[in-house]
């Protein structure tokens, strides 16, 4: 295991900074998850760690080295891309065993690497067939195997999950986050789906504009979001945000509800929410409407269990309350957390 680290570093492309002053240090033995949207730079990122790309600033470290300018099999990492990259003409066996041949090791050598690794993914039955016949699923762990089989420091992961079909990257979640505590290898995960880095991640690193925005746990991530950026990229439905005179107020829509059902004994905000909208999604209902803002009305959503049978009907109006510590509060101008403001 080893720790991966960043310092001061940057990524020019002509103008465009596509890693801008990144300082990041994984834990020992984490799954550390870069999370944001297309063109916020993680997957830069990434290739700048792995040795694919080279920084045009800073310094990357791997177990306390620095390692900028060593190519990328000097760095003892190990990468599975969004494509996978099977040889298509190379049975699962020489797939997986093709960088130990590389290295020169045994036949015999290489035998025992490539059982033992196709052992721990659960894939030893398919060692004779050749890439076009497996599902989305078995080819990712294919590539998980050839990448464990040369033992690394680090796995860096670049959207492995994102060719499967919903139902699929599910289970798929649940065995590449199990594979990776049994090994223990230090991994750095980029994603764009916040679901894929809130049930995976130990920590989560949210970038945007080549910044991280914020690095902690889902809980906290999801709960003090930092800025007004995280606050709405995280969560579906997305967190509220209602206009003050200088400042933005923040709630969750599963902390948004009826006043007539609530059993709260903290102190509650109460609003004035019109109803425009509302979806039933099985489990859960979502409820769109306003509320009074500093200019006029705020766009709301409030999510409602489905035990939850109050009625609630489109164009009528409802007191709505959410308690005063889950409300957070935001700088207007910089979008920044603040501290509690007066209401």
């Given at each position: 295991?080893?720790?991966?680290e960043?310092?001061?570093?940057?990524?020019h492309f002509?103008?465009?900074?596509?890693?801008?002053?990144?300082?990041?240090?994984?834990?020992?033995?984490?799954?550390?998850?870069?999370?944001?949207?297309?063109?916020?730079?993680?997957?830069?990122?990434?290739?700048?760690?792995?040795?694919?790309?080279?920084?045009?600033?800073?310094?990357?470290l791997?177990?306390?080295?620095?390692?900028n300018?060593?190519?990328?099999?000097?760095r003892?990492?190990?990468?599975?891309?969004?494509?996978?990259a099977?040889?298509?003409?190379?049975?699962v066996?020489?797939?997986?065993?093709?960088?130990?041949?590389?290295?020169?090791?045994?036949?015999?050598?290489?035998?025992?690497?490539?059982?033992?690794?196709?052992?721990?993914?659960?894939?030893?039955?398919?060692?004779?067939?050749f890439?076009?016949?497996?599902?989305g699923?078995?080819?990712?762990?294919?590539a998980?195997a050839?990448?464990?089989?040369?033992e690394?420091?680090?796995?860096?992961?670049?959207?492995?999950?994102?060719?499967?079909?919903?139902?699929?990257?599910?289970?798929?979640?649940?065995?590449l986050?199990?594979?990776?505590?049994?090994i223990?290898t230090?991994?750095?995960?980029?994603?764009?789906?916040?679901?894929?880095?809130?049930?995976m991640?130990?920590?989560?690193?949210?970038?945007?504009?080549g910044?991280?925005?914020?690095?902690?746990?889902?809980?906290?991530?999801?709960?003090?979001?930092?800025?007004?950026?995280?606050?709405?990229?995280?969560?579906?439905?997305p967190?509220?945000?209602v206009e003050?005179?200088?400042?933005?107020?923040?709630?969750?829509?599963?902390?948004?509800?009826?006043?007539?059902i609530?059993?709260?004994?903290?102190?509650?905000?109460?609003?004035?929410?019109?109803?425009?909208?509302?979806e039933y999604?099985?489990?859960?209902?979502?409820?769109?409407?306003v509320?009074?803002?500093?200019?006029?009305e705020?766009?709301?959503?409030?999510?409602?269990?489905?035990?939850?049978?109050?009625?609630?009907?489109?164009?009528?109006?409802?007191?709505?309350?959410?308690?005063?510590?889950?409300?957070?509060?935001?700088?207007?101008?910089?979008?920044?957390?603040?501290g509690?403001?007066?209401?």
């Amino acid at each position: 295991m080893a720790i991966v680290e960043t310092r001061g570093l940057r990524k020019h492309f002509g103008d465009v900074a596509a890693v801008d002053g990144v300082d990041l240090a994984s834990k020992e033995g984490e799954f550390l998850v870069l999370l944001g949207p297309s063109g916020c730079g993680k997957t830069t990122l990434l290739r700048l760690i792995a040795g694919l790309e080279q920084p045009t600033a800073g310094e990357i470290l791997i177990g306390g080295q620095v390692v900028n300018g060593l190519p990328p099999r000097a760095r003892k990492i190990a990468m599975v891309f969004q494509s996978y990259a099977l040889y298509p003409h190379m049975t699962v066996f020489n797939n997986i065993a093709f960088p130990l041949k590389a290295q020169g090791m045994s036949p015999e050598e290489r035998k025992k690497k490539v059982e033992w690794a196709a052992s721990l993914l659960g894939i030893n039955r398919l060692l004779h067939r050749f890439p076009r016949q497996l599902s989305g699923g078995e080819r990712q762990r294919v590539a998980l195997a050839r990448a464990l089989v040369r033992e690394p420091s680090i796995f860096l992961l670049d959207e492995p999950l994102s060719n499967l079909d919903a139902q699929l990257r599910a289970s798929a979640r649940d065995e590449l986050q199990q594979f990776q505590r049994r090994i223990g290898t230090t991994t750095v995960y980029v994603t764009h789906d916040q679901v894929e880095a809130m049930g995976m991640g130990d920590r989560i690193s949210v970038m945007y504009q080549g910044k991280v925005r914020q690095i902690g746990t889902p809980q906290e991530i999801y709960h003090e979001p930092a800025d007004t950026f995280v606050a709405t990229f995280l969560g579906s439905p997305p967190m509220n945000l209602v206009e003050r005179k200088d400042y933005l107020l923040g709630f969750r829509p599963e902390h948004f509800l009826p006043k007539d059902i609530a059993s709260v004994q903290d102190k509650t905000v109460t609003f004035q929410f019109r109803v425009t909208r509302v979806e039933y999604l099985g489990a859960d209902r979502l409820i769109y409407g306003v509320v009074a803002g500093a200019n006029g009305e705020s766009k709301a959503i409030s999510r409602l269990s489905a035990t939850l049978t109050f009625p609630i009907e489109p164009g009528k109006g409802y007191d709505f309350l959410i308690r005063s510590q889950d409300l957070k509060f935001f700088d207007k101008a910089t979008g920044l957390r603040t501290g509690p403001k007066l209401l």
